[in-house]
């Protein structure tokens, strides 16, 4: 039988003096409320089940419980009552030296503002839980620089945390979780902080990274957004309990009760998803510097009839079709002037799939997303758009949300484009394009 990697059962959390009879009367039906003058109960009744290598999402309003639920995952605060099992081991009554034991070998924790070490290098804060474990110096330095390059910070390793930007010191928090190589990583709103373009990338290295390293990942968010975008399934929580533990789909199609509708109320289906998070990584870019020629081999290499031209900046430029360089290379043209279509339908990474159906309808290349400098940032093919705006078959008529998050989680974006090479091309068959796993992201984006 399948082992949860994290089981929680019937898990109460009640701080005060008078906790075990808080929990008493909570299993007795009385409210949150009623039990206040015993103690604040900021976890009730908590159950589920993260099987290995799912992300789990909490999501839940400010005081709902999420911090306190995830801290009793690995032990840093015992539960009032209730059983909480890692890998099918029980750690609710574990001793403070197993207790540790688990957080070394088999959960992580990725704090919003995780303290690295200000006098110590990205390497040797990357290298810290090693060091803690007793692992060799060589050999710990070793993993952490392993870990850095996933996370995009190869390079960095003699840096100081006073010299990062916001981002990186994220993006070493998250290295020296995965230094640590544990099965369990728990995300405390750790991408909250960040701005929304670095917040995106680093929600696509996770997804990355879980794709790759199967990790199994507990994320709390109060983004719903960031909720859907991450998450296999998303418990919602109320006043210390969990109200609702479902896919993003079913929470959006079948919300449990009216705090869950009330919450997931300012998003409108067609509004959830926005290019930004739908587009993928193109599969070709044609240098502008480049010729006929050059253009030619890229299209026949990517086995498609047109594609994106993009200076060294990224800059779109407009879109070149193999026909018309065919001609124009048989004509002896060593340039692409005047065989350039300039692009007039693409749009910004918030812009909503709504906004995105009617420029989609007329383009002849999967929608290009690109920054206020209109640097390429990557394409949404038609294909996605239709698929994610077609109604479901059942009486619900409003748009799948399921298909859309899928189609969203299936093509995380990459990072930028780094080269002018990568970037966009029309698939000669688009339904395989659409079908494709995504190009792997590239994560030397990370030394911006
Ligand atoms: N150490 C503590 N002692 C007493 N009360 C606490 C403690 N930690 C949390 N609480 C209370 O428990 C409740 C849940 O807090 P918790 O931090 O888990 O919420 P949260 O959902 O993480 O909120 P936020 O989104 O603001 O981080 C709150 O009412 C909080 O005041
Ligand atoms: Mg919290």
């Known amino acids: 039988m399948n082992v949860s990697a994290i089981s929680a059962q019937n898990v109460y959390k009640v701080f005060g003096r008078r906790s075990q009879e808080a929990v008493r009367r909570l299993q007795a039906g009385k409210s949150r409320d009623e ?41 840093l605060l015992p539960p009032t009552a209730g059983r909480i099992a890692v890998d099918g081991a029980d750690i609710s009554d574990v001793s403070a030296a197993q207790l540790r034991e688990i957080r070394r070998r088999k959960v992580s924790m990725v704090f919003q503002h995780f303290a690295l070490l200000p006098h110590r290098t990205v390497l040797d804060n990357a290298a810290y839980p090693l060091e803690i474990q007793g692992v060799d110096k060589a050999e710990r330095r070793k993993r952490a620089a392993e870990s850095l390059g996933m996370t995009g910070l190869a390079g960095w390793e003699d840096h100081l945390p006073s010299q990062l930007s916001g981002g990186m010191r994220q993006r070493v928090g998250l290295a020296r979780a995965l230094a640590a190589d544990t099965d369990i990583l728990l995300m405390d709103e750790a991408f909250s902080a960040l701005d929304p373009l670095i917040r995106r990338e680093m929600q696509d290295q996770l997804v990355e990274l879980q794709a790759t390293l199967g990790k199994t990942i507990v994320f709390i968010t109060h983004d719903l957004n960031e909720a859907m975008y991450l998450g296999d399934r998303i418990a919602v929580m109320r006043d210390g309990r969990i109200v609702q533990i479902d896919t993003a789909e079913k929470i959006l199609s079948h919300p449990a009760d009216e705090y869950v509708a009330k919450f997931i109320a300012d998003v409108d289906r067609s509004r959830v998803l926005t290019a930004g998070s739908f587009m993928s990584r193109p599969v070709v870019t044609i240098p502008k510097t480049g010729g006929p020629q050059v253009a030619l ?30 001609t124009a290379h048989r004509q002896g043209a ?8 300039p692009d007039t339908s693409a749009v910004g990474p918030d812009t909503s799939l709504a906004e995105m159906f009617a420029p989609a309808a007329e383009a002849r290349l999967p929608l290009a997303v690109v920054d206020d400098e209109r640097r390429l940032l990557g394409v949404v093919p038609r294909v996605a758009l ?16 399921e298909v859309a998050v899928s189609a969203g989680r299936a093509t995380p974006h990459g990072s930028e484009p780094t080269a002018e090479h990568v970037a966009a091309a029309q698939p000669k068959n688009e339904t395989t394009a659409a079908a494709e796993p995504p190009a792997p992201t590239t994560t030397e984006g990370g030394a911006r």
């Open 35 to 75: 039990v206040k003058p015993l103690g604040t109960a900021a976890v009730i009744d908590a159950s589920f089940e993260v099987q290995p290598g799912e992300t789990f999402v909490v999501m839940g309003l400010s005081g709902s419980g999420k911090s306190t639920l995830i801290r009793m995952l690995n032990g």
């Open 297 to 326: 081999r890229e299209l026949r290499q990517a086995q498609v009839s047109a594609a994106y031209v993009v200076d060294k900046r990224r800059v779109l430029h407009g879109s070149v079709y193999d026909d018309e360089l065919l």
């Open 334 to 341: 060593e340039t692409l002037d005047g065989l350039i279509h």
């Open 386 to 401: 239709l698929e994610a705006m077609a109604p479901t078959s059942t009486a619900d008529s409003a748009a799948s949300p």
